[in-house]
């Protein structure tokens, strides 16, 4: 069973960037498609973007294409986003996932799994 930890969020103001990384443990992520996903309070989880295993296509959702940025490092079992121009919008707990199915959907939190505990993003204006 793969064990994800994300770290690198933060307290930033806006404009600023972050890059967010996911360490995996257990389970090597080699050739396994993943995703990152944010919630803020009340709501459920809202994908920003996938990546497939082997890190050549990527997916974004539609409010987070230009300013994310999805990429992985299979020889370090490390997934990482990049989060550009950052707005108070943008406040949230970031987390990575496994994609363990494939529905009708591009991204939904039901087609992924072993979620770690998430990272703080806490955007100021």
């Known amino acids: 069973q793969v064990q994800l930890v994300e770290s690198g969020g933060g307290l930033v103001q806006a404009g600023g960037s972050l890059s967010l990384s996911c360490a995996a443990s257990?389970?090597?992520?080699?050739?396994?498609?993943m995703g990152w996903f944010r919630q803020t309070p009340g709501k459920g989880r809202e994908c920003v973007a996938t990546?497939?295993?082997?890190?050549?296509?990527?997916y974004y959702a539609d409010s987070m294409k230009g300013r994310f940025t999805i990429s992985r490092d299979n020889a370090k079992d490390m997934v990482y986003l990049r989060v550009n121009s950052l707005k108070p919008e943008d406040t949230a707990v970031y987390y990575c996932?496994?994609?363990?199915?494939?529905?009708?959907?591009?991204?939904?939190?039901?087609?992924?799994?072993?979620w770690g505990q998430g990272t703080q993003v806490t955007v100021s204006s």
């Open positions: 996932a496994v994609r363990r199915t494939f529905s009708s959907h591009a991204c939904s939190e039901a087609d992924f799994g072993s």
């Open positions: 257990g389970h090597s992520l080699s050739g396994i498609p």
């Open positions: 990546i497939s295993g082997s890190g050549t296509s990527s």
